[in-house]
């Protein structure tokens, strides 16, 4: 049984790969998150339930991995040196960009795992209603409204801010 689950984690990888640079938008972190993924379901194998899908249930570790980077990140902060922030005060245009892609970021890290998720396969990845639905072991009906939902949510969330 362990061999299978091993063997089902190993031919789930190019999946994981793909899922994490949709996340991290970066090849390096998207290997570091990949390598904890895995680290993370191999050793809690005996918490996986047989009969449901294993692609889910690594998907399901990689994105709250994803989630709780983010909220250390968050806490965190970012550190900048003291001469780099002195040293212009006026914000170029890809300044504004980098500022408007991380809004949004935070708004879609505000959305419910399940919106999240669908939106991050269907916006993000790409993928076909069909294949989202597949992918997330769900009715195709629940992708879309789940699809709807989020960016209602999103809409709500930019008009707040």
Same mark, same amino acid.
């Given at each position: ?121 269907? %916006?993000?990845?790409? =993928? +076909?209603?069909?294949? &989202? !639905? #597949? ?14 939902? %989020?960016?209602?949510? =999103? +809409?709500?969330?930019? &008009? !707040? #801010?």
């Amino acid at each position: 049984m362990k061999r299978r689950l091993l063997d089902g984690i190993e031919r789930e990888i190019p999946h994981l790969r793909r899922y994490a640079r949709a996340l991290t938008r970066d090849p390096d972190d998207a290997d570091d998150l990949v390598q904890d993924t895995l680290e993370r379901a191999i050793a809690r194998l005996d918490q996986f339930q047989p009969g449901t899908d294993l692609r889910s249930w690594m998907f399901t570790i990689m994105h709250n991995l994803f989630i709780d980077g983010c909220r250390r990140a968050r806490r965190r902060g970012e550190n900048v040196p003291i001469e780099e922030w002195m040293s212009d005060a006026s914000a170029e245009p890809g300044q504004l960009d980098a500022v408007a892609v991380r809004e949004v970021l935070d708004r879609i890290a505000d959305l419910s795992p399940h919106e999240r998720q669908v939106l991050e396969r269907v %916006a993000i990845d790409g =993928l +076909k209603y069909e294949e &989202a !639905a #597949a992918e997330l072991g769900v009715a195709v009906g629940t992708v879309k409204s789940r699809l709807f939902r %989020a960016r209602e949510n =999103l +809409k709500k969330l930019g &008009a !707040a #801010a």
